[in-house]
């Protein structure tokens, strides 16, 4: 039978269940060495070249914590209206698995650092949507597997499996709602709109890339479907490792349709993790393990953690202004359309236009550089816009440039793409290139003498009064000094050459 034959219709789930949902996000944190040890953190390095006898579980190795990690989770916590844990002890979560090198995770249990807080989720509508949060607590990611030999890249079929631990131990902090209720038809939408706020989030507390596409940031799903009025709630499904926005919306979606058409065929939702593939559906992975089934205990080489109340007021007045907050603020102050900020913030442009615009640029003029010109190179070198290799003073320093009357737009964009290319500042590759507009009236009459002469027709012509023509000259010589002379200047030297002035 067909995944689609399989589902009800989403109307019809709606008509006889109501949804209820918890998220769980792990966030790989941008510190520069792992979460228990001087391995470096660096996403992309030749397999198994960040490793240590700590991160490797080495006999006698012991874990020390990472400082910089603990304040980015108290700054997490914080921005998530959570309470602080005044004292908390890491705990050993055991279990086997090729990627765990020492066959158990050092995590939180019943002590977490961040407890009981909220986000007021913003939605398409103007409204806003209040998730609760249970905990944010810290641990270390695990390595990673890949798969040889399977159509799907999964261990099921696979004739060889690589482990590469450079991510392990590798700092994480989980962030678990408590039971997302009375969504109704909304769910998905609240799903996928929860994780984009909490994604926008944790990139203004610049704590974490928060790169979906690299696994930085993975949305687990939990979701159960309870009859229309019962206090009861129905066994959970847990969709691991969700990696686009969009995808974790598919994923609420399917899993609603798929256990209502398992409920109403009569049988019973299995409690289990279930596989997200890119296709929009789930598909059973391994029966979900409870507390228990870990043999949590208290961590015995790292002392508790207890933060000092003058520490959490230090990192409470980091926390920024809310991202959406923020946005609707620069809209108002550029004076642009919902639409037209709706397509900056799709393009990861909108922080990076601010930065431009607080270096001394126009707004109008950093939304065309950001939103266009390098978005077009973004997608070309397929990364992500912040990740192009110029900033936004640089950009700034490009948009002076024109407006100074150095470049013109064709040139400075000649600029930019020498920057992207490591050739240096903009104003040093400007003049490395040759690439300053020329000023010299007699340097250009040159160039229009020699135009002109070379193309007697088309000069006729404009003697002749039909000032249009004049255009082939200005190409002329617009190729002759390679784009460098001002175009508007060429032209009112063509024509008064030619009596037309």
């Known amino acids: 039978m067909s995944v689609a034959a399989e589902l009800v219709d989403y109307d019809d789930v709606l008509a006889a269940y109501e949804p209820v949902m918890g998220m769980e996000v792990h966030v790989e944190l941008s510190t520069a060495t ?14 198994n070249t960040q490793v240590c006898p700590v991160c490797l579980g080495l006999p006698g190795s012991l874990p020390v914590l990472n400082e910089a990690a603990v304040e980015s989770a108290i700054r997490i916590g914080l921005a998530l209206n959570c309470q602080i844990a005044p004292w908390g002890r890491f705990a050993r979560k055991n279990y086997f698995y090729p990627d765990q090198p020492k066959n158990y995770q050092i995590s939180q249990y019943d002590e977490p650092i961040a407890v009981n807080g909220y986000l007021d989720v913003p939605l398409d509508d103007g409204t806003t949507w209040r998730v609760e949060i249970e905990r944010a607590h810290m641990e270390e990611d695990t390595g990673k597997l890949t798969h040889l030999g399977s159509d799907t890249g999964r261990i099921a079929g696979a004739t060889t499996s690589l482990a590469d631990y450079n991510r392990a131990g590798v700092p994480l902090i989980e962030i678990v709602t408590k039971p997302i209720e009375g969504t109704g038809e909304r769910a998905p939408e609240i799903a996928r709109a929860y994780v984009t706020a909490l994604r926008d989030l944790l990139r203004a507390l610049d704590v ?4 979906m596409d690299q696994g930085s940031m993975r949305c687990d799903s939990n979701v159960s479907l309870k009859l229309k009025g019962a206090e009861e709630f129905g066994t959970r499904t847990e969709t691991k490792n969700v990696n686009s926005l969009k995808s974790v919306e598919v994923a609420v979606r399917y899993e609603m349709r798929r256990q209502a058409a398992v409920l109403q065929a009569g049988g019973t939702v299995t409690q289990e993790t279930r596989h997200f593939h890119e296709d929009g559906y789930t598909t059973a992975g391994r029966s979900k393990e409870t507390a228990q089934d870990y043999r949590y205990f208290p961590e015995p080489d790292l002392e508790p953690i207890a933060p000092s109340d003058e520490l959490v007021d230090r990192l409470r007045s980091t926390i920024p202004e809310l991202p959406w907050l923020a946005r609707k603020r620069i809209q108002q102050d550029w004076g642009i359309s919902d639409e037209v900020m709706r397509d900056l913030v799709n393009a990861g442009a909108v922080e990076l236009v601010a930065a431009t615009v607080a270096h001394g640029a126009s707004s109008e003029g950093a939304r065309a550089w950001w939103g266009n010109f390098l978005v077009q190179k973004a997608n ?3 990364v992500e816009l912040d990740a192009l290799p110029i900033t936004p003073a640089q950009v700034a320093a490009v948009l002076k440039l024109v407006d100074d009357g150095k470049l013109s737009t064709k040139l400075a964009r000649q600029v930019v793409e020498g920057v992207l290319a490591g050739e240096g500042e903009p104003e040093q590759v400007m003049n490395d290139r040759g690439l300053a507009l020329v000023r010299d009236d007699s340097l250009i009459q040159a160039a229009v003498d020699e135009a002109l002469a ?15 023509a004049a255009g082939a000259v200005v190409g002329a010589v617009m190729k002759a000094t390679k784009g460098s002379a001002d175009a508007a200047r060429v032209r009112e030297l063509v024509l008064a050459a030619c009596g037309q002035g």
């Open 380 to 382: 070309e070198s397929g």
């Open 208 to 211: 974490s890339d928060v790169r």
């Open 34 to 47: 792992k979460m228990f040890c001087g391995c470096a953190n660096q996403f992309g390095a030749e397999p």
């Open 454 to 468: 070379a193309n007697p027709d088309i000069a006729e012509k404009i003697r002749g009064g039909k000032v249009q």
